[in-house]
């Protein structure tokens, strides 16, 4: 199966590890293109405007929602992410395939806009490991954390919504398991 002007979505909870997982599928698949969400959370050390988010100010974020900007968009944690419209639209027409990385509420905007993208739900192998992956970025403050898990034990119950589940234990086997549900085997 070609993914060729294919839509595919990834999410899963804060801190299961989808930027690494992208991060590989992107290297060793350099045709598919990765749409750069748009945010307004502060930059993470290392992180590049344009390459890793657009990042906004709430006031500019609000006004790209107001103008239909947004294929999808959510606030999470405290602050807004989105996915922009035009340049999705125009790599799908261009025949590229197409990876969004986004949250549960993204994903759902997203299954209205094009409900023949595949749908792909990374899952921590435990709720315990997943926590200690979100303690071990060192980058959210003990209320931040409190939230992302909150959230996370929502998004967990939501999986059953998702095309396929994929087990984040394993960088390797879960990467081979996206590439095969993705057709890139």
Known sequence: MSTSGKLTLITGPSGVGKGTLVNQLLERHPQIWLSVSATTRSP?????????????????????????????????????????????????????????EIELEGARQVRRSFPDGF?????????????????????????????RLTRAREELEAQQEFDAVVINDDLESALNQVETLMGLG
Do not use: K
């Not at 997943?130 to 403050?141: F, N, P, V, W």
């Open 119 to 147: 749908q792909i739900f990374l899952a921590p192998p435990s709720f315990d490991e997943l926590e200690r992956r979100i303690r071990g970025r060192g980058t959210d403050s003990e209320d931040a954390i409190q939230r």
């Open 44 to 100: 993470r050390q290392g992180e590049q405007d344009g390459i890793n988010y657009f990042f906004h100010s709430r006031a500019g974020f609000e006004a790209l929602v107001e103008q239909g900007g947004f294929l999808e968009w959510a606030e999470f944690a405290g602050n807004c992410y989105g996915t922009p419209r035009g340049p999705v639209e125009q790599q799908m027409a261009a025949g590229r395939p197409v990876l969004l």
